[in-house]
Every structure is written in C-alpha cells, then in structure tokens.
Nanobody, 125 residues
Framework: QVQLVESGGGLVQAGGSLRLSCTAS????????MGWFRQAPGKEREFVAD????????YFGDSVKGRFTISRDNVQNMVFLRMNSLKPEDTAVYYC??????????????????WGQGTQVTVSS
C-alpha cells in the first residue's frame, strides 16, 4: 500500500504557473506508475497526466498538453506537476494517484489503486 499527500496548490492569476508535488510513503514508490487528475465543481474527474515507473514516458490530457509537465523523483518518492500558462478553466481540485502497471496513457480513474486527498488550484481571470 502507498499513501499519497499533495501540496503546492493555491491561487494564481491567469497566465501564471504553479508546481504541485505529491509525496508518497509506504511500499516502494518506484513500483507504481503515477498520475494526476483534477475535478472541478459539478464535473467528472478528469485525467491530466501520467508517468511510468521509471519516468521515461509521459502522457497528457488534451486540455493541458503543451502547458503542463509531469516528472518524478524515485529517490525522494515524489511526483510533480508543473503547470504553466494557467487558465481559469484549470481551476479544480488536483489529485495524485498511483497504480500498478508500467504503461503511460492510462486515463481512467478506476485504473488507479491509490489516491491522495487533493489540493485546490484556483486560477483567477
């Protein structure tokens, strides 16, 4: 089992940047592929990005492609989401998630085994 804690959310103006962090504890972090999802009020949880266990491969949702990057540090047991050129429509609670398996591009929330509690990101216009 792995426990996940997100941090780094906050209020930012449109066009700004934020970096979210997710710290994992428990079983070997490098055993898990990692993903980020987000959920805005009244909307379904949306895939943002994922990264393979070793960090070699990443995949992004269409709405964030070219603006967000995902990375991980398997020594510090952390995964990061760098968000640039933020838009008001990026406002949501952002969740870190872990899953077994080795592929990238796994976009369905039900494929993920563990979740953090979420961190709020608010982008003002």
């Amino acid at each position: 089992q792995v426990q996940l804690v997100e941090s780094g959310g906050g209020l930012v103006q449109a066009g700004g940047s934020l970096r979210l962090s997710c710290t994992a504890s428990g079983r070997a972090f490098s055993s898990y592929a990692m993903g980020w999802f987000r959920q805005a009020p009244g909307k379904e949880r949306e895939f943002v990005a994922d990264i393979t266990r070793g960090g070699a491969y990443t995949y992004f949702g269409d709405s964030v492609k070219g603006r967000f990057t995902i990375s991980r540090d398997n020594v510090q047991n952390m995964v990061f989401l760098r968000m640039n050129s933020l838009k008001p429509e990026d406002t949501a609670v952002y969740y870190c998630a872990a899953r077994f398996g080795s592929s990238a591009g796994i976009t369905k929330a039900e494929e993920y085994n563990y979740w953090g509690q979420g961190t709020q990101v608010t982008v003002s216009s």
